[in-house]
């Protein structure tokens, strides 16, 4: 298993604004070959952030892989992490977008980190499913938008 990152998450810093929407979003584009359960960390989400909606496409050369997508820190109390929170098995050449609200029975997913990680964000991220390949070459499209402000404002 090996772990890459995004330029996104490389690159920018954690942004929390208190009142309204925020969005990341960027491409990930893989330069050596990927395998099952590889993992990549696409971008930092903060403490305490709601996620409201994502969307998310991937592509290969290989026909028969798919990807799953979630937190790989943050997702539950104390910094654990559920890397199919978002999406389970998402197969390739699919493009995914799901509004995340607060229906009947199911919670909204707020990111949660251990008040000893030292940068207190959770961590967007792919883990490489099934994979026949070892020339798989994938891109992955992403754009997550999340509040910091408990929808208290706009």
């Not at 584009?29 to 590889?38: E, F, I, L």
């Not at 940068?119 to 754009?143: D, E, L, M, W």
Request: hydrophobic share 40%.
């Amino acid at each position: 298993m090996a772990t890459y990152t995004s330029s996104v998450y490389a690159n920018r810093a954690v942004k929390q604004v208190h009142k309204g929407n925020m969005t990341v979003s960027g491409q990930w584009t893989g330069t050596a070959a990927v395998t099952a359960d590889d993992v990549i960390f696409l971008a930092k989400i903060p403490h305490g952030a709601t996620i409201v909606e994502f969307q998310i496409d991937h592509s290969a050369t290989a026909t028969t892989w798919a990807c799953d997508y979630g937190l790989a820190s943050g997702a539950k109390g104390g910094g654990g992490a559920s890397l199919s929170c978002f999406v389970a098995a998402l197969a390739n050449a699919t493009i995914t977008r799901k509004n995340i609200q607060n229906v009947a029975g199911v919670d909204k997913i707020q990111v949660s980190c251990s008040v000893s990680d030292p940068g207190r964000f959770g961590i967007f991220a792919a883990k490489i499913g099934t994979n026949t390949s070892t020339t798989n070459f994938p891109v992955i499209n992403f754009t997550l938008t999340y509040r910091c402000d408990e929808n208290q404002g706009l």
